[in-house]
Nanobody, 121 residues
Framework: HVQLVESGGGSVEVGGSLRLSCVAS????????LRWFRQVPGKQREEVAS???????TYADFVKGRFTVSQDDAKNTLFLQMNSLRPEDTAMYYC????????????????WGQGTQVTVS
């Protein structure tokens, strides 16, 4: 079972940038659809971005044009480059991996990382 470890969070000023990383163990990224989520206390976790096996990406409207998701297959590392950060981007950020069976994404067997805190002020 894949394990995920995030890093790169921290405190940054409004308009600043951060790059989050998520390192996976054991299995190659090509077997998973990878996602970034975020959560603020008292609110539901929301999906921020995702990337698939052929590099197809999706973004939530509230980060389009500011965040970029990418992966380095050789290093089994997922990234989230966050630019033009706003106070409302403050949250715990989680990476997640959904195993793929062919073209089907198995979100029921999703693996989560432990999260990394991002604070924008």
């Amino acid at each position: 079972h894949v394990q995920l470890v995030e890093s790169g969070g921290g405190s940054v000023e409004v308009g600043g940038s951060l790059r989050l990383s998520c390192v996976a163990s054991e299995y190659p990224f090509s077997r998973y659809r990878l996602r970034w989520f975020r959560q603020v206390p008292g609110k539901q976790r929301e999906e921020v971005a995702s990337i698939g096996q052929i590099g197809f990406t999706t973004y939530a409207d509230f980060v389009k044009g500011r965040f970029t998701v990418s992966q380095d297959d050789a290093k089994n590392t997922l990234f989230l480059q966050m630019n033009s950060l706003r106070p409302e981007d403050t949250a715990m950020y989680y990476c997640a991996a959904d195993p793929m069976t062919g073209l089907l994404c198995d979100s029921l067997n999703r693996t989560w990382g432990q999260g990394t805190q991002v604070t924008v002020s």
